[in-house]
């Protein structure tokens, strides 16, 4: 691990010195010194999966020798547009984002283009049409993680003759993971009759609108057999709701999330979640990659999409001790 560091660093100082030679990059820089400055417009602090990635972005631009500049948007569009105009007004190199939702960015894309400032997509993706907008996209195939939450329900309940009540829980509302996670497993459990989905609403991605949302779902619904939520924060929030309302999460009401980060896996090796989509926030160190490419003008895979894995309950107490996140 560390050598491959040092080789990314040492990768680095030589893209450092063909950039400070005019190469590629409409940016000044802003460090004096020849190494990247980096943008970096994040969506907020709603989850541990966030505060994952935040350090992953931070701790990799340090050990890459790249100068951070870093926004936290508060899960607000407008508040993301501002912080990319003001990077591109201070003339940074780079500039990297997840955007929060997935339409309304062409304006503020071409403006960077025009400014020749590349910009990164990572973790969530846009829905512009014009993809010369951005240099390549770096995330997770939230499509896939839908699937594999579907793939498990139905597996799970192969014999089952009765209908299967699902409530769902969903990501942020027009963010790339709450529709592509709904749609990857509507498609799955879409091909058997017997799964229907009776309520599904947005809980923000965060622990306190799970909850909130899932208390709802069982003052209405008394016939709950299983939660699926979007990341692991809401599945947390929607377990208390459930203890709350006298029910035994992981037996009454069967649940699955996406992402694993520590508190979930905890979750799911105590047996309150059944199951649990990995998704990686470590994007860090192969977006430092990136950047310094797409800043030196080399060329880059359009789409480079995470690595990930799912647990079962007993994996999840196998790995649990040396989970990084
Ligand atoms: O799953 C969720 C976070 O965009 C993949 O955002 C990310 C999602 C993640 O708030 O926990």
């Known amino acids: 691990m560390f050598k491959r560091i040092s080789a990314l660093v040492l990768a680095g100082l030589t893209a450092m010195s063909v950039a400070s030679c005019g190469g590629g990059s409409g940016g000044s820089g802003g460090s004096g010194d020849g190494s990247i400055t980096m943008g970096f417009a994040q969506v907020g602090a709603e989850s541990g999966w966030r505060t994952a990635n935040t350090k992953s972005v931070q ?63 990572t973790d969530r993706a846009v829905d512009s049409k014009d993809t010369s907008l951005y240099k390549t996209f770096l995330g997770s195939d939230f499509v896939e993680e839908g699937k594999k939450a579907g793939q498990w329900l139905v597996q799970e309940y192969k014999d089952a003759k009765d209908p299967v009540n699902i409530v769902e829980l969903q990501g942020t509302t027009g963010s790339a993971p709450a529709n592509d996670r709904k749609a990857g497993f509507a498609q799955v459990i879409g091909a058997d009759p017997k799964f229907k989905v009776i309520a599904s609403q947005t809980g923000d991605f965060t622990r306190a609108k799970g909850k909130e949302v899932m208390e709802a779902f069982l003052k209405s619904n008394p016939d709950i057999d299983v939660l699926y939520a979007h990341n692991d924060d809401m599945g947390l929030g929607a377990i208390e709701a459930i203890e709350g309302a006298g029910k035994v999460p992981g037996k009454d009401i069967k649940i699955i999330t996406v992402d694993a980060v520590k508190d979930g896996m905890q979750a799911l090796a105590d047996g309150k979640i059944n199951y649990i989509v990995e998704c990686s926030p470590l994007l860090g160190p192969q977006l430092m990659d990136l950047a310094k490419k797409v800043v030196k003008g080399e060329q880059v895979p359009a789409r480079v999409v995470t690595e990930e894995t799912t647990f079962t309950q007993e994996q999840a107490k196998q790995v649990l001790s040396s989970r990084q996140y």
Do not use: M
């Open 59 to 121: 701790d990799s631009a340090k050990n890459a020798g790249v100068t951070l500049k870093f926004s936290d948007a508060q899960q607000k569009q407008e508040n993301q547009i501002k912080a990319i105009r003001s990077y591109i007004q201070q003339k940074v190199d780079v500039i990297a984002f997840s955007p929060v939702v997935e339409s309304g960015w062409d304006t503020v894309l071409k403006e960077a283009k025009d400014a020749k400032i590349p910009v990164i997509l």
